[in-house]
Every structure is written in C-alpha cells, then in structure tokens.
T-cell receptor
Framework: AQKITQTQPGMFVQEKEAVTLDCTYDTSDPSYGLFWYKQPSSGEMIFLIYQGSYDQQNATEGRYSLNFQKARKSANLVISASQLGDSAMYFCAMRGPNAGNMLTFGGGTRLMVKP | GAVVSQHPSWVICKSGTSVKIECRSLDFQATTMFWYRQFPKQSLMLMATSNEGSKATYEQGVEKDKFLINHASLTLSTLTVTSAHPEDSSFYIC?????????????FGSGTRLTVV
C-alpha cells in the first residue's frame, strides 16, 4: 500500500522568501511518480510539478522545485520568492506503477504568505 | 492542454433528493475517471475509479448504491448522489486519466460543492 505524509498542517512565510513544504512517502513499488498540487480557496487542483522515481535530476518548474531524496523517501516542494498569491493548500500525491493507478494524496499543508 | 469540465460548480439540494455531477473531457479521451470527495480542511479521498464501458470500482466504505457512477463514453462520466443527506455535503472533484503527457496524465475538474439541507 502507498502512503503519503505531510507533517506540516500550516506554514507561514514572508513574502519574497523561500519556503519548503515537506512530503514523505512509503511504497514498495520501484516505479512511481510524485506530484505536487496547489488548491486555492476556489477548490480547483492546480498541477505544479512532477518527479518520476527514475528521474536522475530534481524537477524544476519556474519558482517551484522538488527536492527528491529517494533513499529517504522524501519529495519536498521548494517555492522560491514567495508571492501573496501562493497562499493556498498544497498537496503531495503519489501514483503507483500502473498506468491506471489513481493518485494517493497527503493530508495537505496550508501555506500563508505574509506581506 | 487537456481540460475537464465539471458541472455544476455548486449545488444546494433538499435532503432525500438526488444530485448528478458531470465531468466531461473536452479535448481528449478519458479512459479512466477518478472521483474524489473532500471534506473541509481535509485531503482528497478517492471514492471510486471508473473505466469507460465498465462498472466502477468503489473504495472500501463507499456505498455503491448511494454514489452511482456512470462512464458511458470516453468523454463523459457522471456521479449521482442518491437520496442525499446532510452528511453527504462535501466537495466532489473528478480527475481524468488520459495516458497522455499533459500534467503527466491527470487532469482535474474544477470541483462541485454540494450542500444538502
């Protein structure tokens, strides 16, 4: 069974500073994918970044980067130069090895950016 | 890019009535649709997985007779909450799997906020 853990229910960050949101996972499958989504108050799920288990380099997408430490089974999201619009819920999710696999979500972290 | 249109975005219904939520893939074929429920301040919990033309697979604890899922075509999946009760009030969101590369294969609808009074 797969499990995703986000240990930070809420975080504050000062505008323009960087912030790291933690995510650890547990799986026995050698092939998996890790996702981060942003969910603003409107409820939509906004895809941020993806890391495959066999990817050699950490994924980056603009201000988002994923600190992938495979041996430690962690996939932390780093947001650089925080903006007020970054205030939202952030979910880490994992997909199993099969094409039809659903995503398993962590409990989420509420990020609040202070002006 | 891939888009999933979900309707309605919000609905209020009376206890005992049924509500249908639609998810339609606009520019791709959704071979698999996942339906999630999200209570306030909680994470997304998978309710069921449906593949086009076959019966949905429900997660443990989800009543299949209460949450009817139909995936009759590659572009449309529906979730019907039958005989709704206040405890069914929640945010429901679908996610389509297309096996493609956009968003690494998962496209979410915008969600439906259901309130049962």
């Amino acid at each position: 069974a797969q499990k995703i853990t986000q240990t930070q229910p809420g975080m504050f960050v000062q505008e323009k500073e960087a912030v790291t949101l933690d995510c650890t996972y547990d799986t026995s499958d050698p092939s998996y994918g890790l996702f981060w989504y942003k969910q603003p108050s409107s409820g939509e799920m906004i895809f941020l970044i993806y890391q495959g288990s066999y990817d050699q380099q950490n994924a980056t997408e603009g201000r988002y980067s994923l600190n992938f430490q495979k041996a430690r089974k962690s996939a932390n999201l780093v947001i650089s130069a925080s903006q007020l619009g970054d205030s939202a819920m952030y979910f880490c999710a994992m997909r199993g090895p099969n094409a039809g696999n659903m995503l398993t979500f962590g409990g989420g972290t509420r990020l609040m950016v202070k002006p | 890019g891939a888009v999933v249109s979900q309707h309605p975005s919000w609905v209020i219904c009376k206890s005992g009535t049924s509500v249908k939520i639609e998810c339609r893939s606009l520019d791709f074929q959704a071979t698999t649709m996942f339906w999630y429920r999200q209570f306030p301040k909680q994470s997304l919990m998978l309710m069921a997985t449906s593949n086009e033309g076959s019966k949905a697979t429900y997660e443990q604890g989800v009543e299949k007779d209460k949450f009817l899922i139909n995936h009759a075509s590659l572009t449309l999946s529906t979730l019907t909450v039958t005989s709704a009760h206040p405890e069914d009030s929640s945010f429901y969101i679908c996610s389509a799997r297309d096996g493609g590369q956009v968003n690494y294969g998962y496209t979410f609808g915008s969600g439906t906020r259901l309130t049962v009074v």
